[in-house]
């Protein structure tokens, strides 16, 4: 159990559009989503933490008007990039948040990520 | 500050050749600590979770351990197979956020 998938696995889109990422819990509803993004050979970098039927909570420096997020289910959340441009070219990775089964801690389970390329 | 450390950033192993990675951490109220792998181009694969000092978890050839300060992810008898990134992240009270530490990039070879 616990898989998370993501659509698409990879986008090229022009500078100037929208771009629109798919994640989902295939077998468990999910407490809470997380968007990260990672540059080569770094580490994750969190974007914002989303909850199911509320606001997002975004990171320091990550601009909300660029990158929207909707949380329509426990099981689906989106990322749009509006208005792209090559700085955002980058790889994209979510997760979705599962209580332990003892209660202590909530467990993260990242989806496969989604390649972006602005051109 | 919470904060995570891991190290070393990279390691060449032969295979069969035995190590341990590193995750240091200095945070407030542990809720949890994690250990992922990451293949390149993919998303991070959950291997360990651990809430406590003393305990230890196993899963083939790794084992992870866990201390007040750190924690340690022994590989035994490694493959080619487990060549990859090697994720720490913390989870502390009051958030369902991780701390990702950098990684080790872990190379075995035949």
């Known amino acids: 159990g616990a898989v998370v998938s993501q659509h698409p696995s990879r986008v090229i889109c022009k500078s100037g559009t929208s771009v629109k990422i798919e994640c989902r819990s295939l077998?468990?509803?999910?407490?809470?989503m997380f968007w990260y993004r990672q540059f080569p050979k770094k580490s994750l970098m969190l974007m914002a933490t989303?909850?199911?039927?509320?606001?997002?909570?975004?990171e320091q420096g990550v601009e909300k008007d660029k990158f929207l997020i909707n949380h329509a289910s426990l099981t689906l959340s989106t990322l749009t990039v509006t208005s792209a441009h090559p700085e955002d070219s980058s790889f994209y990775i979510c997760?979705?948040?599962?209580?332990?089964?003892?209660?202590?801690?909530?467990?993260?389970?990242f989806g496969p990520g989604t390649r972006l390329t602005v051109t | 500050e919470d904060q995570v450390t891991q190290s070393p950033e990279a390691l060449r192993l032969q295979e069969g050749e035995s190590s341990s990675l590193n995750c240091s951490y200095t945070?407030?109220?542990?809720?949890?600590l994690f250990w992922y792998r990451q293949d390149p181009g993919k998303g991070p694969e959950f291997l360990f979770t651990?809430?406590?000092a003393g305990e230890e978890k196993e899963k083939e050839r790794l084992k992870a351990t866990l201390t007040k300060k750190e924690s340690f992810l022994h590989i035994t008898a490694p493959k080619p197979e487990d060549s990859a990134t090697y994720l720490c992240?913390?989870?502390?009270?009051?958030?369902?956020?991780?701390?990702f530490g950098t990684g080790t990039r872990l190379k075995v070879l035949a």
């Open positions: 945070v407030s109220g542990l809720r949890g």
């Open positions: 651990l809430y406590s």
């Open positions: 989303s909850n199911e039927g509320s606001k997002a909570t975004y």
């Open positions: 077998d468990f509803q999910a407490t809470t």
């Open positions: 997760s979705a948040s599962k209580e332990f089964s003892s209660g202590k801690t909530y467990e993260q389970y």
């Open positions: 992240a913390v989870s502390t009270s009051g958030t369902y956020k991780y701390i």
